[in-house]
């Protein structure tokens, strides 16, 4: 059967059932069941879910370069072919991708972008991007 890529983001602005039901996810357990992406998995079991590019401003999202060297994205989800389809698209611009595994490190990633946008907001820039540096 076919396959097709979708890309869903999460506006910033949303309605009043939606912001019943952050109210309610607020309140409730912690649990990765509980987590957005997590949610969407348990939603449509079947669907193959990768999450990537929430770690910064939509600006940069299809060019991973700062001047020559290349940057990184993390990643996680269930299915390796799904996976592997999205490093074909960040390969394409120009990130390094590292693979957290399986969707339940995908709050690892929610957490990573909540820290992205902490810094935003304290500095009032959105140019900041992230590397993973190995001592050599």
Do not use: C
Not at 39 to 47: F, H, M
């Amino acid at each position: 059967a076919a396959a097709s890529v979708r890309v869903m983001f999460q506006p910033s602005r949303i309605d009043e059932e939606a912001t019943t039901h952050a109210r309610r996810y607020r309140s409730s357990s912690s649990s990765s069941l509980t987590r957005p992406t997590n949610l969407i998995q348990s939603w449509a079991p079947r669907a193959r879910v990768v999450k990537a590019f929430n770690t910064l401003s939509v600006k940069h999202m299809t060019d991973g370069r700062l001047g020559d060297e290349r940057l990184d994205m993390f990643i996680a989800g269930n299915d390796d072919a799904a996976k592997k389809t999205v490093e074909v698209i960040l390969a394409a611009w120009y990130w390094n991708v590292h693979d957290l595994g399986g969707i339940e490190q995908s709050t690892l990633l929610e957490s990573f972008a909540l820290l992205s946008i902490l810094h935003g907001f304290r500095t009032n820039r959105w140019d900041h991007l992230f590397k993973l540096v190995y001592r050599r």
